[in-house]
């Protein structure tokens, strides 16, 4: 059996940069998913949209 080795990285909130307690893998890509921080005084939703294995950072406003 071969054993694959993937990194993961962690998923940061984009208005105040919290590290969540969100992983995704090192080949990993998606966009529209949102999440709600989990920092203590941001609490902002914002999208976590990953390109090539890495979070890209938009600064789109969103309802609160």
């Known amino acids: 059996m071969v ?16 590290k969540m307690p969100l992983s995704y893998a090192s080949d990993a890509e998606c966009k529209g998913v949102f999440a709600i921080c989990k920092g203590r005084n941001c609490r902002r939703p914002f999208e976590i949209r990953i390109e090539n294995g890495k979070q890209i950072n938009t600064k789109e406003k969103t309802v609160r």
């Open 3 to 18: 054993k694959i080795e993937k990194k993961v990285k962690r998923v940061h909130c984009t208005e105040c940069g919290y």
